[in-house]
């Protein structure tokens, strides 16, 4: 069955002025985990809500298993597990009483469906009698995505579920999230957080409301267009300044502690640019050719939109 | 349904761990019942009673003793002159004043009328009014005791009783209101805010991608505050039977069956303000100024609704506590039967209806 779980077509959404979606198309495969890759603001959470049947769209329409998210809606939300941004679990209930409490909305029940979600489960286990407000942020999501998964959902579809959570606690969730797809569930799931695209089947990188690019991290990477260069010296505020000013530069940004560095003329001889950048008074520099990442396909991607902000 | 049960359990168990809950639905009720039971009251107990009394002989000085007697009044004051009359009330010092005229005994004796003065503080209405009335009808009886040994050839007496409250205590009239009011309280006040948390807290958001419908969600708010409301009821009715002996003439089971529409009634309201409000201090905003502001002032609770201007009493018309008032003091003072109070119960059925199918029609099963 090759059809799309999720299919949107032409999706726009404005709120009063702002536009949130701008004519989004996607199609998400049986059992693929597909990410939604975009800064803040970026129109990540209403293309999520529009497809868990909670907004409307203005434009465009949109089915999950070819049923549509406004028509439909009722039997649309029996099939999916959603995991809003914010943490939506009672607070002054125990983690128990949560996970018991959304087995019974949805007519199931926690023995019934323990198989699934009992590797993530067992971590949150020994808190069981805690309530969720105590729970730290990692386990709270890993909370949430048992409440959202105890009903065996077709399609699961997380808002955010990392952001906010430690680096090890990401690493659990997505682990946790590769399970689930090994369990035939089709995920599609945001993050501002450019690293964990690599986590992805695909992912679409989605910016200032429209979607940039679709397609595997691998080959998003590879369509990176010129050779990419990590500049890295000891006063990097300057050290940018100054590439800005090189007359070949092409794009220029911090990158960690580095700065990647593209040349208009395409791949250059490093050792030319680091002595033009020594004879500017910066010692110790390195430049080296590295492979680029989502992150700067993003980037240049980003700088083509004529609208595009200044994401840093 | 096994659904729904799961929903209620969560309900009660948001009630019974949130303290602050927990001390409004059973500090306030107590708090309240005392309150109105104990300070506030319209009753006259030892009224500060001023006398000049101008002619000090023996009938005089009986009927001062019978006002004594009475309890409701203690002297302050024993003038000689009526210049200081003014000055007594000006003070504040006393409520009523009685004047006996000069020679009041010798007039009586020899031309069978004497003069006697009643002036009552008459800044509150009520009790100005009340006074008066008590000290008249001291003296009345006074009169008739000494009318005995002789015969009059005609003579027409009226007699008044205050029914149902003989004594005209205040409590009567304030336990059947008050049960009202914190119904009202309890039930819509709680509620009005619980929708409205769980749209702020974002579990809204889950609920709606959730196969529950809004009639679940809408009953499952409801149904423990309905089970509270109604153990609410009965303690205050208690509190009344047993601390102010407020009587419960009517039928026991009758009063539960009328208290459970009432509690819906005010449940289906305060689920409709809750789903029109976007967040709790909206939710608490509204019903305070939509639900309790109207219902303490309009539905016959502190005012008569006979004494409104007539704008008034049309708005009064559809506050729903106006309504159970009459069914409540009906059933408990007068011990009426359900043949007595059926169209006040219809229209309490009315509103609960109306209020529920708005309730549904108006619940966004999705956000914004």
């Not at chain 1, 299919?7 to 989004?24: F, H, P, Q, W």
Request: glycine share 6%; aromatic share 8%.
């Amino acid at each position: 069955m090759a059809e799309a779980m999720i299919l949107a077509e032409n999706l726009s959404k404005s709120y009063r002025k702002v536009k949130a979606l701008t004519d989004i198309n996607l199609e998400v495969k049986e059992g693929e985990l597909f990410g939604l890759i975009g800064p803040d603001g970026a129109g990540k959470t209403s293309l999520i809500r529009i497809l868990a049947t909670l907004l409307l769209a203005d434009k465009g329409r949109a089915s999950l298993m070819g049923l549509d998210v406004v028509k439909d809606f009722r039997k649309v939300r029996q099939m999916i597990g959603y995991m809003p941004g914010r943490f939506s679990l009672y607070r002054d209930l125990t983690v128990e009483e949560n996970i018991r409490l959304f087995a019974t909305i949805f007519d199931t029940s926690l023995e019934d469906n323990y198989d699934l979600i009992r590797d993530i489960y067992v971590q949150i286990e020994p808190f069981r009698h805690r309530r969720a407000e105590a729970l730290s942020g990692g386990m709270k999501q890993k909370l949430a995505l048992c409440c959202a998964l105890i009903h065996r959902p077709n399609i699961l579809l997380l808002d955010e579920p990392t952001t906010g959570v430690d680096a090890v606690s990401r690493r659990e969730f997505w682990e946790i999230l590769a399970q689930m797809q090994k369990q035939g569930i089709t995920i599609l799931v945001s993050t501002p957080y450019m690293d964990e695209a690599g986590r992805c089947n695909r992912v679409a990188l989605i910016h200032n409301s429209k979607i940039l690019q679709i397609d595997s991290p691998a080959n998003i990477e590879a369509g990176f267009g010129s050779p990419l260069y990590a500049v890295i010296g000891q006063d990097t505020y300057r050290l940018l300044q100054h590439l800005r000013q090189y007359p070949h530069s092409g794009t220029v940004y911090p990158f960690g502690d580095s700065i990647h560095y593209t040349d208009q003329r395409g791949e250059i001889n490093t050792a030319d640019l680091a002595e033009w950048l020594r004879r500017q008074g910066h010692a110790n520099i390195e430049v080296l050719p590295i492979a680029p990442n989502i992150e700067d396909c993003f980037m240049a991607l980003g700088s083509s939109q004529p609208d595009a902000s200044s994401y840093v | 349904m096994k659904r729904w049960f799961g929903f209620v359990r969560k309900e009660f168990y948001h009630i019974l761990r949130d303290r602050r809950t927990m001390f409004i639905l059973i500090g306030m009720p107590l708090v309240q019942i005392l309150l109105f039971g104990f300070a506030v009251t319209n009753e006259i107990r030892e009224a500060r009673i001023g006398i000049l009394d101008l002619s000090r002989d023996e009938h005089t000085q009986e009927i001062r003793n019978k006002l004594m007697a009475s309890g409701y009044f203690r002297q302050v004051a024993d003038w000689q002159r009526p210049e200081q009359v003014e000055a007594g009330f000006k003070s504040g010092d006393v409520k009523v004043v009685l004047i006996f005229e000069e020679d009041f005994g010798q007039n009586l004796k020899r031309e069978g009328l004497a003069h006697v003065q009643i002036i009552t503080d008459a800044t509150d209405p009520n009790t100005g009014q009340t006074l008066l009335s008590y000290v008249s009808t001291i003296i009345i009886d006074y009169q008739r005791e000494l009318n005995q040994p002789y015969q009059l050839p005609l003579r027409i007496e009226v007699e008044t009783q205050m029914r149902y409250n003989p004594e005209l205590k205040g409590v009567f009239l304030f336990v059947p209101g008050l049960i009202t009011i914190i119904l009202m309280l309890v039930s819509a006040l709680m509620t009005s805010v619980s929708i409205a948390r769980e749209k702020e807290m974002g579990t809204m958001e889950v609920l709606l991608a959730s196969p529950m419908r809004p009639i679940q969600i809408i009953l499952g708010k409801v149904a423990p505050y309905v089970l509270l409301g109604l153990l609410i009821a009965l303690g205050v009715l208690l509190i009344g039977y047993f601390v102010f002996d407020v009587p419960v003439k009517g039928n026991l089971l009758l009063l539960a069956a009328e208290g459970l529409l009432f509690v819906i009634t005010v449940l289906s309201l305060g689920v409709l303000i809750s789903i029109v409000s976007p967040n709790q201090q909206v939710a608490l905003m509204v019903s305070m100024m939509v639900l309790m502001m109207p219902t303490i002032l309009l539905s016959g609770f502190m005012f008569p609704i006979e004494n409104m201007p007539p704008f008034l009493q049309y708005i009064s018309l559809i506050i729903p506590a106006r309504w159970f008032i009459v069914i409540i003091k009906n059933i408990m003072l007068k011990g009426s039967g359900i043949e007595q109070i059926w169209q006040e119960t219809l229209i309490l059925f009315g509103f609960t209806v109306f209020y529920i199918v708005l309730a549904i029609r108006r619940f966004k099963v999705r956000l914004a």
